[in-house]
């Protein structure tokens, strides 16, 4: 029997079937080392991967972050401070109002706002005429009693030797003895209305009552004015004072005395607790400070907001490292910081933290760290264990200010 005969197969389709079929080993192989390749990514991004401008990432040495100098703090030992915040306005500590004493028409007005002047100098003027003639009649008065008197005690005196020589009566004698007695009224009577006279003219010249500086003026050149109505605001501007409340959980740590250290203005200057409010306010649950801020050369300015804190404790010789370098646990929220070590690896130093320096930034470290260690500040990016540290020019890190 004769075999069923095979089909015959052109040449070009048996090229076409033999190319597919190295395309589809090509394209399996390629799908093999893709997936190599992202399992050996996926595994050294679970290491860690480089941040801040690191480095290369997996290979022999392992992920490597590359930092800058200011990433890098050495721990070092400062003074440090713990204090209390407070904020408000700096007022001046006194705004007096000086007001005419007298009723009458000013005369002459010679300051204006915004002046400075001295206590006891000369601020405005008034017509003068009715009170320097009351004053002249008031010393002639005086003068005109001051002679009644010696002219009755020189009688009382002639009286009384007469009476001893029993010339004359006891009722003449006890007559003398009482007009030596009225005389002295009437010069007592002559000599108050003297003063009383003296200090009419003398409200016709108004002073300053404190140095300081002129805010206001509300009196002008010919105008009448009333006894008591307000003439100048005299600011006094040598010392500031602010009044700010603490909270009472906190009130204990506030006294009188203490160093308060003020911001404002872009200057940095200090001040003292002057005194203590001795209750709680029930609203606000806060007792109020008041801080008194020397300013002898009028640099702030009175209604300046200052932001400060009273120093409650110093630390002569604190170990510190910027409190930007502390970080939380997730898990157990204990705070750490990542050391370098001296091979430059990342490594996490779990830490003690003692008394924060808001003010310059500090915070220190009272278990956990050793001066001269090498602490990571700041966000850099992704950090973890055994991390290789090159630093950006061959730098070492800044030192905690």
């Known amino acids: 029997m004769v075999g069923a005969r095979l089909p015959l197969v052109h040449p070009s389709r048996r090229l076409l079937g033999a190319g ?12 093999s080392d893709a997936g190599s390749t992202a399992n050996a990514a996926q595994q050294g991004g679970m290491t860690g991967a480089p941040a801040g401008g690191g480095g290369g990432g997996g290979g022999r040495g392992g992920p490597v972050v590359t930092l800058a100098t200011s990433d890098v703090a050495a721990v070092t030992r ?25 009723e009458g028409d000013v005369e002459r007005v010679l300051v204006r706002e915004g002046e400075s002047v ?52 006891a009722r003449e004698l006890r007559t003398s003895e009482q007009a030596v007695a009225t005389a002295k009224a009437r010069l ?35 105008e009448h004015m009333s006894r008591g109505a307000a003439m100048f605001t005299l600011v006094r501007g040598d010392l500031l004072e602010l009044a700010a409340a603490v909270p009472a959980r906190q009130a204990n ?8 250290r003020f911001a404002a203005d872009g200057r940095t200057f200090d001040g003292r607790v002057a005194r203590v409010s001795p209750t709680i306010d029930p ?36 170990m510190t490292v910027p409190s930007a370098a502390l970080r939380q646990g997730q898990t157990d929220g204990r705070p750490f910081v990542y050391r370098i070590d001296a ?6 130093a779990t830490v003690q933290v003692g008394v924060v320096d808001e003010r310059r930034g500090l915070t220190e470290i009272t278990d956990g760290l050793r001066e001269g260690d090498r602490v990571i500040v700041g966000n850099v990016g992704t950090l973890g264990r055994g991390m290789k540290v090159v630093m950006a020019g061959g730098g070492e890190g800044r030192r905690a200010q």
């Open 253 to 260: 740590g506030v006294r009188a005395g203490q160093l308060v």
């Open 188 to 222: 007592a009577a002559a000599e108050a209305r003297t003063r009383t006279t003296g200090m009419a003219e003398r409200d016709t010249r108004v002073v300053a009552p404190a140095s300081g500086t002129i805010e206001r003026r509300t009196v002008q050149t010919g």
């Open 118 to 169: 001295r206590e006891g100098q000369l601020l405005a003027v008034f017509e003068s005429t009715e009170q320097e003639v009351g004053r002249a009649s008031a010393a002639a008065d005086r003068a005109a009693a001051q002679n009644e008197l010696e002219t009755a005690q020189w009688t009382h005196e002639q009286n009384e030797q007469l009476f001893k020589a029993g010339a004359i009566s």
């Open 343 to 348: 091979n430059n690896a990342v490594e996490q």
């Open 20 to 31: 597919l079929a190295v395309c589809l080993c090509a394209a399996a192989a390629c799908k």
């Open 78 to 102: 400062s003074p440090i401070e713990e204090g209390i915040a407070i904020t408000g306005d700096l007022r001046p500590i006194e705004t007096i109002t000086v007001r005419a004493r007298i």
């Open 283 to 318: 609203a606000s649950r806060a007792i109020t400070v008041y801080v008194q801020v020397p300013n002898p050369g009028g640099q702030l300015k009175g209604g300046t907001f200052a932001t400060g804190r009273v120093v409650s404790r110093t630390i002569p010789d604190a």
